[in-house]
């Protein structure tokens, strides 16, 4: 999103004109210490301290190791933060919460109305005052670090800042609430499924046990990385592990209906409408009704970062005179809120073709602030939704059909400045892309003429500036996304976004000079451990040496202008021609961009679509049509965003062999 924390990422409706080498490493190293804690007289080397404090705290809580293990990947995958806060108030590898202390910090933070983290000064921060409710008032699921201080006797702040600490908290948790439910101690993994599920923090059994089968999940397969703070951890799978679900009943939390959810049955989800509704003179909100896929088919899924807290998001998705999105995943537990249905059209991509043809999911969360960071649970949770609704809907699995919101193009030329960022260059769409088991690898030799960019999440870390205050540098943060320059040279200048019409940044919301993880391009040039992209009508080079490589390589189709023409117009919409319209329904004008694409450049191709626009402005739907012309256009990956040409513009070819490949 671009705008103020308080207002989710879709800013407005957009209709009317409107693993690792780390991991095997650690893998390599820590499996035959996995089990038992070692001896006293073991000397543990500074990149092991974690997973010695996992065996530690283990011991000393009567805790099996292997779930305590388990549950930290889920909370955080290991990682620290560097002891800041997630955006549910969660510190440490056990995301314990303390969401009073995180509220306070970020209170005297924005109390002086410093500005919006966002760094957009074209438009006013919107963002509130941040009220310091009492401790009383909060969820139970948001204040675990108070209760794990005084379990273990360990002081907040310590619990806060020390990962060591911070596991032993978790364990002593965990260690309650076995003894809670009346259960023992045990030293089998399978007897901790109903303490599991209610360090989840979910106050109902279907969140509760969703969040439990995905930690026996980790817990079966193991897993193994290199933390951010560089700390070698690995879990041994235990496959024979069979969990004891009927603990499920000792938790007492309540149950749940979800009749009313287009929600696979793997996770847990909840029906929260957002409503459709006449406010005003003349207007309404915050969706239009449909017949998706009878009427028009869906072929995208938009993923957004809600740039506020859950009980902020869904209150404002229930606002009529809001704008609407399809989903929402809660950044604790992975919970799933459903607020409109598949058929219908949510207000959320602010591009109304895009609208029209997908299902957008709000995940909870800031993406200027890397320490408010998405859970494994959240990870999950929305993997599962998403491998859900695409083998629904026949959504193909890449990067050009799950978009971020940031990679959702301008409808038209004045509104390319206004586009979302979201979720930025923080979301690890490599991981995502695992979970939902389709990751991203190598799929040609060195001539294929294409490449997928595939940077090693943890280890790559672009600077970035304007997470906290504009201009000044972020904390160093592994990410998905590669900067790109107008010659192989760091020095060099960055490349620029015509449409944008500013001087290119490093800023965490400026998207002129960089490319995300999964995004295909053809290779335009090599020159040692760098390569050239066609992007943005130019030649753009990015780093990608035999030793860290980038990106890898790939083939496929490619469209180019076709023979004769020195270039072709980029369009963010495929509108229909003006003869397609039918009587009562206005043509819609087909406005080229500023971009183009020169004779002898290649941009990788996606769907060949006909021109398309859902009619759809009045409350009433008698009057709704969708239009389908005969022109057809090819989406295509331009810049960081995607866009369209017309197909009477290009010829489609195999991608160009470049000789001197990168290598990958």
């Not at 438009?123 to 201080?149: E, G, H, M, Y």
């Not at 739907?621 to 810049?639: A, C, F, N, P």
């Amino acid at each position: 999103m671009r705008g103020s924390v308080s207002e989710p990422c879709p800013a407005r409706r957009g209709r009317r004109t409107r693993r690792t080498a780390g991991a095997v490493a650690a893998a390599a190293l820590l499996l035959p210490l996995l089990g038992a804690a070692p001896p006293p007289s073991t000397a543990a080397s500074p990149a092991e301290a974690l997973q010695r404090a996992f065996a530690s705290a283990a011991t000393e809580y009567r805790v099996p190791q292997s779930v305590l293990l388990a549950v930290s990947y889920l909370q955080s995958r290991w990682d620290g933060h560097g002891g800041a806060p997630s955006v549910s108030g969660g510190y440490g590898p056990m995301h314990l919460t303390d969401a009073r202390t995180a509220l306070a910090t970020a209170a005297g933070h924005f109390a002086d109305g410093t500005e919006d983290a966002r760094g957009d000064s074209a438009r006013p921060a919107l963002r509130p005052r941040v009220r310091v409710p009492a401790q009383s008032v909060l969820p139970a699921r948001l204040r675990t670090l108070p209760k794990a201080a005084g379990l273990t006797g360990i002081p907040a702040e310590r619990l806060r800042t020390d990962p060591a600490a911070n596991v032993a908290g978790g364990a002593a948790l965990l260690a309650a609430a076995q003894r809670e439910m009346g259960e023992p101690l045990s030293a089998d993994p399978a007897h901790w499924y109903g303490a599991v599920a209610r360090f989840s923090g979910a106050d109902d059994t279907a969140t509760a046990a969703a969040y439990a089968n995905d930690v026996f999940d980790v817990l079966r397969t193991g897993q193994a990385r290199t933390t951010d703070a560089g700390q070698l951890v690995a879990l041994a799978a235990q496959p024979g592990v069979r969990a004891d679900t009927g603990q499920l009943r000792l938790t007492g939390l309540r149950t749940t209906a979800a009749d009313d959810t287009e929600c696979p049955t793997t996770v847990s989800c909840e029906s929260i409408p957002a409503p459709y509704a006449q406010f005003g003179t003349g207007d309404y909100g915050n969706h239009d009704l449909g017949d998706r896929p009878a009427s028009q088919g869906i072929r995208y899924i938009v993923i957004h970062d809600t740039e506020g807290t859950w009980d902020e998001t869904v209150k404002l998705v229930q606002d009529p005179a809001y704008v609407s999105w399809n989903y929402t995943i809660r950044s604790t537990d992975g919970l799933i809120a459903q607020h409109v249905k598949a058929k219908d059209v949510a207000w959320h991509a602010g591009n109304w073709y895009i609208n029209s043809k997908s299902i957008g999911i709000e995940h909870e969360g800031f993406l200027a602030a890397p320490d408010a960071w998405y859970t494994e649970a959240m990870y999950r949770s929305s993997a599962r939704l998403v491998r859900y609704l695409t083998d629904k809907y026949g959504i193909p699995l890449d990067r050009q059909h799950i978009l971020g919101h940031e990679n959702v193009p301008g409808p038209t030329t004045s509104s390319i400045p206004g586009m979302h960022t979201d979720p930025g260059p923080y979301w690890d769409w490599r991981h995502y892309f695992e979970l939902l088991e389709h990751p991203f690898k190598r799929t040609a030799g060195r001539t294929g003429g294409l490449v997928t960019v595939l940077p090693d999440y943890a280890t790559n870390q672009p600077a970035y500036t304007g997470c906290v205050s504009k201009g000044q540098p972020c904390a160093a943060h592994g990410s998905g996304e590669v900067r790109l320059y107008s010659d192989h040279d760091e020095s060099a200048a960055l490349i620029k976004d015509v449409g944008l019409g500013t001087t290119p940044t490093t800023d965490v919301n400026d998207l002129s000079s960089r490319v995300s993880t999964g995004q295909q391009y053809a290779v335009a040039d090599t020159w040692g451990d760098w390569t050239a992209i066609w992007y943005l009508g130019q030649k753009a080079w990015f780093r990608n040496s035999a030793t860290d490589p980038t990106a890898v390589s790939a083939a496929g189709l490619v469209i180019t202008p076709k023979a004769g023409l020195k270039s072709v117009p980029v369009y963010g919409r495929a509108y229909p021609e003006t003869s397609a319209y039918p009587s009562g329904v206005p043509a819609q004008s087909i406005s080229p961009l500023p971009y183009t694409i020169p004779a002898g450049q290649a941009y990788v191709v996606g769907d060949a679509v006909p021109g398309e626009y859902l009619y759809a402005t009045t409350f009433a739907t008698d009057s709704h049509r969708v239009v389908v012309g005969k022109d057809l256009y090819y989406e295509i990956q331009y810049g960081h965003r995607v866009e369209f040409v017309r197909a009477a513009d290009v010829d489609v070819v195999p991608s160009p062999r470049i000789g001197r490949h990168p290598r990958g």
